[in-house]
């Protein structure tokens, strides 16, 4: 479990399957500051699966996690434009690095 955010949140031992893995995405995404893309891939599901789990799900479980967990999807959609910028960048310089050799 995180370092970070166990000591504020308590998940019991009768937790059905689907919360504990609710939660262990939660988790994953704040102790690595993970986007829905790396969990998904992460946790082998689709990112719909991912950003509906964290949107909606979480919440059902406990709503601090889910705050958490927002925040920090919020934060990278914010990015996102930039992030997409900068891969485009980047193949147009791999591509003119390897024509030019």
Do not use: W
């Amino acid at each position: 479990m995180s370092k970070k955010y166990t000591s504020q949140i308590i998940v019991d031992g009768t937790s059905s399957e689907e919360e504990q893995r609710c939660v262990d995405m939660a988790f994953y995404i704040l102790d690595n500051d993970a986007t829905v893309r790396e969990t998904a891939d992460a946790f082998g599901i689709s990112k719909t699966t991912v950003h509906k789990k964290m949107t909606e799900t979480i919440y059902d479980y406990n709503s601090y996690l889910g705050n958490e967990v927002r925040k920090v999807l919020k934060r990278h959609s914010k990015e996102a434009p930039r992030r997409g910028g900068l891969t485009v960048q980047r193949k147009l310089r791999e591509i003119r690095q390897s024509s030019e050799k």
